[in-house]
């Protein structure tokens, strides 16, 4: 396993790359994992540092599996591109705006929450509707083995939940639209929307394993190289280590890397 601290000079290269993208998940990223998705915060280090980079980078970006405003609202930064829902929805001029084909799932996804229903009775477990995206909570479950295999025999029973793409997180379970939509085609659109040359992606999860593919299909071209960071924890899916190029362990260190991008950045001449 490669520890990013161990090869910060193979990240001086990439970050000395003009122009140059930092694009960074949320939960469990740059924000503690908490109880609810709602008492997670952004640390308020990472606020910092990201603003500061933000200014000087051609592009800081947050991609989530949450709606787009909530992102926005969360980690407050101005200047930064936020996309939500797992690249479905991003903000632009003070307004979350779905991809066209997205708009056609929120009523897919509204009778799926209709039809999982019978899940809330059971306690620990919380659906959240997203608009495109559905999420099934079971981190406050007493037994989250049991939770879990209720949910998915419940999805599995749903015609129309089955129909979805189903991504088992971290105390969470994700139904997506079955569109080819991720946070890896956010990326790759954000990599050629910016035209940038260097890259690097922060993540935790499964839904990141998406974006830390698409950035070696990026490595392809002969302009462009980027760097994956996978965060560390005591629940992280052990399949994710084998994904990206470099770790860190736990959101206090990524506030350091931060720390150490916003110091090593380039300056403008
Ligand atoms: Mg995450």
Redesign the pocket.
């Known amino acids: 396993m490669a520890y990013t601290f161990n090869h910060l000079d193979l990240i001086q290269e990439v970050l000395r790359k003009s122009p140059f993208g930092l694009i960074t ?5 740059i ?1 503690q ?1 908490a109880p609810t998705p709602q008492a997670a915060r952004v640390s308020p280090l990472c606020r910092r540092y990201l603003s500061i980079l933000s200014s000087h980078l051609a592009l800081v970006a947050a991609i ?2 949450r709606p787009t405003a909530q992102v926005r609202n969360m980690v407050g930064v101005d200047g930064m591109v936020y996309i939500g829902n797992h690249g479905l929805e991003r903000w632009a001029e003070n307004h979350a705006g779905l991809s066209n084909s997205a708009h056609d799932y929120s009523r897919a996804i509204k009778s799926v929450v209709e039809e999982l229903t019978p899940l809330r009775s059971i306690e620990g477990i919380s659906i959240e509707n997203k608009g495109v995206t559905v999420t099934i909570h079971y981190r406050l479950s007493p037994e989250p083995k049991v939770a879990e295999r209720e949910i998915l025999s419940a999805v599995a029973a749903s015609a129309q939940a089955r129909s979805l793409r189903i991504i088992k ?2 105390m969470a379970i994700d139904l997506l639209p079955s569109m080819e939509v991720h946070k890896g085609t956010a990326m790759l659109g954000l990599i050629q929307e910016y035209n940038l040359h260097g890259g690097i992606y922060l ?3 499964l ?2 394993i998406d974006a830390f593919r698409a950035m070696h299909t990026a490595n392809r071209s002969p302009t462009f190289r980027g760097f994956t960071i996978g ?1 560390l924890s005591s629940e992280m899916p052990e399949r994710l280590v084998a994904e990206v190029d470099f770790t860190l362990n736990g959101v206090s260190d990524v506030e350091r890397f931060l720390r150490w991008m916003s110091q090593n950045v380039p300056q403008p001449n």
Do not use: C, E, N
């Open positions: 998940d949320v939960d469990g990223t924000s994992t989530s599996g997180g971290k993540g935790d999860d839904t990141d965060i």
